[in-house]
């Protein structure tokens, strides 16, 4: 499931900021929808925490305009609040958070992260950490609009220095600032040798 | 659970690096060895998550040192590797990942997270948008030893100024670089309005 080769089924899970209203003007914005109208082109499908509002909606919606197939997997709980409106593409409506994540990592062939809050972060990070425990081995790309995350990757820097994580393991997140260089980016993946092979039982 | 009054039967649940050896001469480890002593000074005991390698290893055999009690809280999958040697305190062994998270959750009165990796972080962002969501309204500490996660509290910031994150939910991050100082921080922690009162059927 690493390697990305274009086909029409293919699908890429993205994680971004839905809660928090999305500034205006917000520089992400453009980004976004280009996001969106790349991942479309290349006939790639788009899963994600479902709604129409924020950096999400603008993601979502530029695939759908391009053709592309969209699957929302959005928690009870949440969709009176993120589902503002209109829904697009495919909705399932899943218990909780985690069988959000259960849900849209089994889908996924690839993930990419926008810029977002901590609901964000927390989901890119678990992702990494599944990949350094062996539960997947898919791409992990961060989309570094203006130089967003720059002190996360410089926090990952730092923390390899201080051997807290492995320095091959920091090849696991693939960074651009640009959608095109990103996807680019995607199907030369290698995924990286786990910190360890473990049981897990896993679905 | 928000206010810790040094009631001897307080639980602080510790997140910290197990998995990656922690380098010779680590500048982190007498702060892990100061944060458990502290901790069982106060009266404190400790929920972490298992294992008695790395920082997670010093703080606990610190408080355990110090009259504190103890308990680990270690998936199966991880508990061959995690658990060299000797265990300290009582361990619960429990299904994944996921269950560790919500055992340690659920008896904690509060969470402190020491440097780290990519583990680490993901706990520490988790239980951050836990409070988010009204899951939660326990204190959350970083110890920040040295300036490991400057680059953290720098995200935080800029990503508050980018709209993605609400000023006020900076605050439910108490910050500090020696352990004495951080412990003080925590009884006079007022837990930060969430995001939305939802609900989530939580157990
Ligand atoms: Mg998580």
Known sequence: MAVL???????????????????????????????????????YGLVYGGGNVGLMGAVAEAVVAGGGSVVGVIPAALAPRELSGVSIGQVIVVDDMHARKAEMSSRADAFIAMPGGMGTWEELVEIMTWQQLAIHDKPIALLNVNGFYDHFVA??????????????HKGMLLVA????????????HKAVVPYAQLNWNCK
Chains 1, 2 share one sequence.
Do not use: M, Y
């Open 5 to 43: 080769t274009g086909q029409k089924r293919s699908k890429i899970s993205r994680f971004s900021a839905a809660p928090v209203r999305v500034p205006t003007p917000c520089t992400c914005r453009p980004r976004a929808c280009s996001l969106g109208t790349e991942l479309a082109r290349r006939g």
């Open 155 to 168: 926090l990952i820097e730092n923390t390899v220095n201080e051997g807290f994580i492995r320095p091959h």
């Open 177 to 188: 600032s640009d959608p095109v260089a990103l996807l680019d980016k995607l199907p030369a």
